[in-house]
């Protein structure tokens, strides 16, 4: 009975967090914010100390939690502190349930915006682009959000949540209308970058479930390695206010101007410009405009030491899916990898909004292998020693 209660409190948190945070992206604002957020710390916390936990894990976490500290007082930034509670409070909570209500939560917020916004005109509905494109008229549809882009990447997160949750299982039927319906989704936010990326997923899903794609795993993890460092190179590159190349004005291009973004600062605080100039340890409250490029927006807005931890934890959890063979969630980690390059909207104050982080964490727990456990009757004891053996 209490572990019912401590899961159902820590769902509910977390599905209430995310609401929020979705709502925060129409640029809606709940008055009490920063007592309310505490408040779901509160509850990760109580969780957190409920569970059961090795040496090393406590060290490890009370080494976050120092660092987590060390980001607050120098920022005032709290997602330090509450990141690692979350995580190691997940060790006990089942991760297919907690993830298929949150994609419910995610689902139905997404959708009430929308009607929201058609139906009695809530947010912003649309807005006016100058880029021309095969049957695109320059308008292109918010439907509540902020922008085109924030409504396309909430599909994106949805499309990668359903693959982590059911991508093994689903039918080609099943793949087809998810399919048709991000593509028409695409037709309405004009969104280039989710529609690439969520495309290309869609189609490294069907191919691992119906044509044993997992064959060439190797090759596929040697290429999302490639790719990622390739990001990392170019957006340090761009940070390091590396101009004049040709391929960066290229890219530049490709990508909406998103390079040229960093050379702007709302407050006209050019000492606070996103470039490793100006980056720090740990972040300070000068550094708090937001920026497109997340590899370049995380450095900047988090510092650089929590940054290589957020960073460590996503590549680990990625090294432990592919020991685990979760072709899944690897992939959704590498769609969201590949996203954070022109977008950083997972950061905010709301942490389950942090979807990459989210993946990251099922990944690390095994989504995949915790649902296979449950038909076995395997312990936590027996699921590290076949990790250890697939290593």
Known sequence: MKNIIKETLFISASCLELALGILQMCQYEISPRRFILWGFFVVYLAVACTNHYSRTEKVTLVLCLVMGVLLYMSSGINTGIKAPVYVFALKEINIKKLFQWMLAALIAVTVGIMAASLFWDFGKRSVEDYREGFLFLGTRYSLGFAHP????????????????????????????????????????????????????????????????????????????????????????????????????????????????QLDIHMGDMQSALPYVSNWRLFSSYVNKNMYDMGYVQIFYYYGIIPAICYFVFLFYAFGRGVARKDKFGCLVLAGFSIYLFTESLYFSNYLTRDFMLMGAAAVWYGAEHLQAAEGKGYSDEHAEEDISGAI
Do not use: H, P
């Open 149 to 260: 882009n924030v409504l396309q990447f909430l599909m994106f997160s949805m499309l990668s949540y359903c693959l982590l949750l059911y991508g093994e299982r689903m039918s080609l039927l099943q793949y087809v209308i998810l399919g048709t319906g991000y593509a028409a989704l695409f037709g309405v936010t004009y969104s280039r970058t989710g529609f690439i990326v969520g495309g290309l997923i869609l189609v490294l899903a069907v191919l691992f479930r119906f044509c044993g794609l997992q064959r060439y795993s190797r090759g596929l993890l040697t290429a999302y390695v490639l790719l990622i460092t390739l990001f990392f190179v170019f957006s340090i590159a761009v940070a390091a206010e590396v101009r004049g190349i040709r391929m960066i004005e290229i890219v530049d291009d490709m990508i909406g101007g998103r390079v040229s």
